[in-house]
Nanobody, 126 residues
Framework: VQLQASGGGLVQAGGSLRLSCAAS????????MGWFRQAPGKEREFINA????????VYADSVKGRFTISRNSAENTVSLQMNNLEPGDTAVYYC????????????????????WGQGTLVTVSS
């Protein structure tokens, strides 16, 4: 599966952005989809993930209540709605897919995902 992330940009603190991840090459019906981010000089960080089929969903504590992951089955896309953004959210954001889907306990590990998009930059100014 090929993943293409988009929607990044510059936003002021407190603002919102919506990232999209378009998938091609196969259906995502049996996959786990996740979002990760990497800030300059820092390690990659898990944000959230969910089973496309409607199973498990998990969020990192740092984004819980502010970020929401969702899917559009007709368009084979995954979205990340980010609200109340903070300067600490500044990073390159990556979408990823694990096909076939992975157990709940593995959803937070980047090593569990076998497909990655190219990343989109989000910059939050104070």
């Amino acid at each position: 599966v090929q993943l293409q992330a988009s929607g990044g940009g510059l936003v002021q603190a407190g603002g919102s952005l919506r990232l999209s991840c378009a998938a091609s090459g196969r259906t995502l019906r049996s996959c786990t989809m996740g979002w990760f981010r990497q800030a300059p000089g820092k390690e990659r960080e898990f944000i959230n993930a969910f089973d496309w089929s409607g199973g498990n969903t998990v969020y990192a504590d740092s984004v819980k209540g502010r970020f929401t992951i969702s899917r559009n089955s007709a368009e084979n896309t995954v979205s990340l709605q980010m609200n109340n953004l903070e300067p600490g959210d500044t990073a390159v954001y990556y979408c990823a897919a694990a096909c076939p889907r992975i157990p709940y306990g593995s959803m937070g590990s980047g090593r569990s995902y076998n497909h990655w998009g190219q990343g989109t930059l989000v910059t939050v100014s104070s």
